[in-house]
């Protein structure tokens, strides 16, 4: 199993999380974005950037994941991308998506952004606080005892 970041927006607290938890577990994890990246030196973790562009990091997870895989990712869409290619997707507060629930959050979204679009909502979720970076390094935990 690899660890995909989807990192233009992954939080940096959770690329920490990343980090120390490949580096105990020695864990393939890549983090792809289209802006450069700074990664600890590792002989297992490694960044990709990729060209500028609207999904470009994301098209190039989608290309590169193996079954079984795990991506970090806030962005619904590709996680059901992920889902569908039958690797795990998992959102930097803790959220596992499922196959079972991919279809309610893409609905909510797209609901959300005929309402931004309509003017009657604005903005996107709260700041990362500690209890979401709790949250993530919780269920990542859940999911690693599970999974691997």
Not at 54 to 72: P, T, W
Request: aromatic share 6%; proline share 5%; hydrophobic share 45%.
């Amino acid at each position: 199993m690899r660890i995909w970041v989807d990192a233009d927006a992954c939080p940096n607290v959770i690329k920490d999380i990343l980090f120390r938890l490949a580096e105990r577990k020695q864990l393939s994890l890549t983090l792809v974005a289209n802006q450069s990246l700074t990664v600890p030196p590792s002989k297992v973790i490694r960044a990709v950037q990729v060209s500028g562009g609207f999904d470009v990091a994301d098209n190039y997870i989608v290309a590169h994941i193996q079954e079984g895989d795990l991506v970090i990712t806030a962005d619904i869409p590709l996680a059901a991308e992920v889902i569908a290619k039958h690797a795990h997707a998992l959102n930097p507060r803790g959220e596992l998506y499922t196959k079972e629930n991919i279809r309610e959050r893409l609905a909510m979204r797209d609901f959300m952004e005929e309402m931004r679009s309509a003017g009657q909502t604005s903005g996107g979720p709260p700041p990362l606080g500690q209890r979401d970076k709790q949250e993530f390094a919780n269920a990542l935990d859940r999911f690693l005892a599970k999974y691997r």
